[in-house]
T-cell receptor
Framework: ETGVTQTPRHLVMGMTNKKSLKCEQHLGHNAMYWYKQSAKKPLELMFVYSLEERVENNSVPSRFSPECPNSSHLFLHLHTLQPEDSALYLC???????????????FGPGTRLTVL | AQKITQTQPGMFVQEKEAVTLDCTYDTSDQSYGLFWYKQPSSGEMIFLIYQGSYDEQNATEGRYSLNFQKARKSANLVISASQLGDSAMYFCAMREGRSGGFKTIFGAGTRLFVKA
């Protein structure tokens, strides 16, 4: 399989549930990202990992917990979410950081999360 | 202040015609990169084109070109010979050098509708 994959594609959970989103990249990239995309809002960067080390944490509530066990896998652990957390969660990867065009981000198809 | 501004929430274009999607940005960095992404209804973000702050020529990728006006801080996307498959959301994004290049800031997007 190539590119960036995300599972599950759709998730419905209650506020007391614990679930995890998984992202896998097959591109040999060193950086991985979690974004949240809500209706009528710009894409919001949540977390960035570079070489398995978290380098960016954008004031995300603690009910979202990222994990990057290796450079190919990224998880987002969810617990006691709120209905306003319902959104499309996108994972992306890039060769590295920096402003050059070589560091374009490749995105996965996203997980559509609904919190009841 | 918004770093990336896309003033057109929605645009219509006739098939086979050209269309320009506007993007203005705000940064005090000398080194930055500008990216355009396409998001079809399937949700996946697709990289289209890149322009570096030091690039003197406008970027082109097939039917996509970027009208880069540095003094005006604008980076408009031009799609020539529109196709029905171009109907999607389009996002302008920027990476600033001072943030280490990990943080990509996205605009609110423009929804393009291509009419047959």
């Amino acid at each position: 399989e190539t590119g960036v994959t995300q599972t599950p594609r759709h998730l419905v959970m209650g506020m007391t549930n614990k679930k995890s989103l998984k992202c896998e990249q097959h591109l040999g990239h060193n950086a991985m990202y979690w974004y949240k995309q809500s209706a009528k809002k710009p894409l919001e960067l949540m977390f960035v990992y570079s070489l398995e080390e978290r380098v960016e944490n954008n004031s995300v509530p603690s009910r979202f917990s990222p994990e990057c066990p290796n450079s190919s896998h990224l998880f987002l652990h969810l617990h006691t979410l709120q209905p306003e957390d319902s959104a499309l969660y996108l994972c992306a990867s890039s060769v590295g950081s920096g402003t050059s065009g070589d560091n374009e981000q490749f995105f996965g198809p996203g997980t559509r999360l609904t919190v009841l | 202040a918004q770093k990336i501004t896309q003033t057109q929430p929605g645009m219509f274009v006739q098939e086979k015609e050209a269309v320009t999607l506007d993007c203005t940005y705000d940064t005090s960095d000398q080194s930055y990169g500008l990216f355009w992404y396409k998001q079809p209804s399937s949700g996946e973000m697709i990289f289209l084109i890149y322009q570096g702050s030091y690039d003197e020529q406008n970027a082109t990728e097939g039917r996509y070109s970027l009208n880069f006006q540095k003094a005006r801080k604008s980076a408009n996307l031009v799609i020539s010979a529109s196709q029905l498959g171009d109907s999607a959301m389009y996002f302008c994004a920027m990476r600033e050098g001072r943030s280490g290049g990990f943080k990509t800031i996205f605009g609110a997007g423009t929804r393009l509708f291509v009419k047959a």
